[in-house]
């Protein structure tokens, strides 16, 4: 049982690490596109000041438009101290310095697995859950006490056995040897031994029932984890269609400013949105991932 609470700290602390380091991942683009948004909101602000000065635009709707600025800085700066939370967390689990800069990669090329099947996942995670062979081992144990307790009621034999020599009596001989045995059984223990026995026989039926019960939860969380993979995977395919058509936009916007058709305000724009996006699916890939290593973990294997 003890290695077995070895190997769930050892699947809980991957798991741990394997969400901080997505989620910094997932910090760090979605505070560059923040940035990008506020880099279009200043200049959206500056091209309606300049049309107030040239009179093609009212005051008021100029200072309409200061609002998503000041938005986009809260934004910033919020991203930005989540950020900076995420990897002082990432420091601590890794047990590094918390004032270590960390460069992480973004390669998400391996970060999907291929799973096997539904029946697959739950026949592997009743054989190799780790909470299941801890209750099963609970069961071992309570089959052990019993077993004790009814050997309280086998009398304790003792065999004898002893070798000696004398030369003080000249009658006798000198070398002879003895054996025999002893037995030993309580007649009367005021029905402590038949306590024992149910005690032992309760904790063993207990044992049992709460095997029964880690087996049918752990059932339920694989299909649980497993409806979640699946869910996930229809968030990404939407992740990479926005993406795509954010990717189209920021072309056609670029295609736009080198015809003088729009603003520089709109091509910066469009460009954070690509950001968001990219921000967006990357989230989506990783939230994936996230889940078949919490599913890993449920069917007692290390995540990957």
């Known amino acids: 049982m ?14 741990r690490v394997r969400q901080l380091y997505f989620n910094s991942l997932i910090a760090q683009l979605k505070f560059e596109a923040a940035q990008q948004q506020l880099k279009a909101s200043e200049m959206t602000y500056q091209e309606d000041a300049e049309s107030v000065g040239n009179g093609r635009m009212l005051e008021v709707t100029a200072l309409e438009g200061h609002a998503p600025m000041l938005d986009a800085k809260q934004e910033v ?19 590094l310095p918390l004032s270590t800069q960390l460069v992480l990669s973004a390669d998400t090329s391996e970060a999907i697995l291929s799973l096997p099947t539904r029946e697959e996942c739950v026949r592997a995670a009743l054989a190799q859950s780790t909470w299941v062979l801890e209750a099963q081992q609970a069961v071992t144990k309570a089959k052990a006490g019993l077993a004790a307790a009814r050997d309280a009621y086998v009398p304790d034999v003792t065999g004898l056995a ?29 029905g402590r031994r038949s306590a024992e026995t149910k005690v032992a026989r309760t904790a063993l039926a207990e044992a049992q029932v709460n095997l029964d019960k880690i087996q049918h939860e752990v059932e339920v969380a694989v299909e649980s984890s497993y409806d979640r993979v699946e869910q996930l995977h229809g968030v990404l395919d ?58 890993m973990r449920i069917m007692g294997k290390a995540p990957r």
Not at 163 to 175: K, M, R
């Open 2 to 15: 003890s290695k077995i609470h070895v190997t769930q700290a050892e699947n809980d602390v991957i798991l």
């Open 162 to 190: 002893r070798y000696s020599y004398q030369s003080g009596v000249p009658l006798l001989v000198h070398n002879f040897g003895s054996f025999g045995f002893s037995l030993t059984y309580d007649l009367f223990d005021g």
């Open 238 to 295: 939407v992740a990479k269609e926005s993406l795509d058509v954010r990717s189209e936009s920021a072309r056609l916007a670029d295609r736009r400013i080198e015809q003088d058709a729009a603003l520089e305000s709109n091509q910066a724009e469009a460009h954070a949105k690509v950001t968001a996006a990219k921000a967006g699916l990357l989230e989506a890939t990783l939230g994936v991932s996230l889940a078949q290593a919490d599913l």
């Open 77 to 95: 700066l919020t991203q930005k101290l989540q950020l900076h939370d995420l990897m002082l967390a990432l420091d601590d689990a890794l047990g």
